[in-house]
């Protein structure tokens, strides 16, 4: 095989590998959740406050703290705002504003909406995976 034909498969397996992967990281990523600005700015008070060395979202993060995935539904939005507000023996007052405490509800809200963790609704099968013809 001569040389530029060896570059011609070279450059098409690289093209292809990139297409590949742009389709593979595009396609299906759509979610029915959209995020708001209010909970986009929650996202980063979480982040910032590193939250998650303590709680969990998901079922991933610390373990001093509860998991807050769907703590809005469970307790509702006084009783996190409180929390927040206040802080408890456990948890620190962070001495949030107003607009950082709003916009954390909201990012705790948007949390609740898009997921129920933990899922007890499927059914495993004996060698530990999804049985398929249960999982909603």
């Given at each position: ?32 959740f ?24 998901y ?78």
């Amino acid at each position: 095989m001569r040389l530029q034909n060896k570059r011609l498969f070279f450059f098409t397996l690289v093209a292809a590998y990139l297409s590949y992967t742009f389709f593979v990281y595009t396609s299906g990523t759509e979610t029915a959740f959209k995020m708001s600005a209010a909970a986009q700015e929650g996202k980063k008070v979480f982040q910032d406050n590193n939250c998650i060395a303590c709680h969990q979202l998901y079922g991933l993060g610390g373990y001093m703290g509860p998991d807050l995935t769907n703590v809005i539904s469970s307790r509702g939005e006084l009783y996190v705002r409180s929390f927040i507000e206040n802080g408890t023996a456990k948890m620190p007052d962070f001495e949030l504003n107003k607009p950082e405490v709003d916009a954390l509800v909201a990012y705790l809200g948007y949390v609740d909406s898009s997921a129920n963790f933990p899922n007890r609704s499927v059914e495993l099968t004996w060698y530990g995976t999804v049985n398929n013809s249960t999982a909603e």
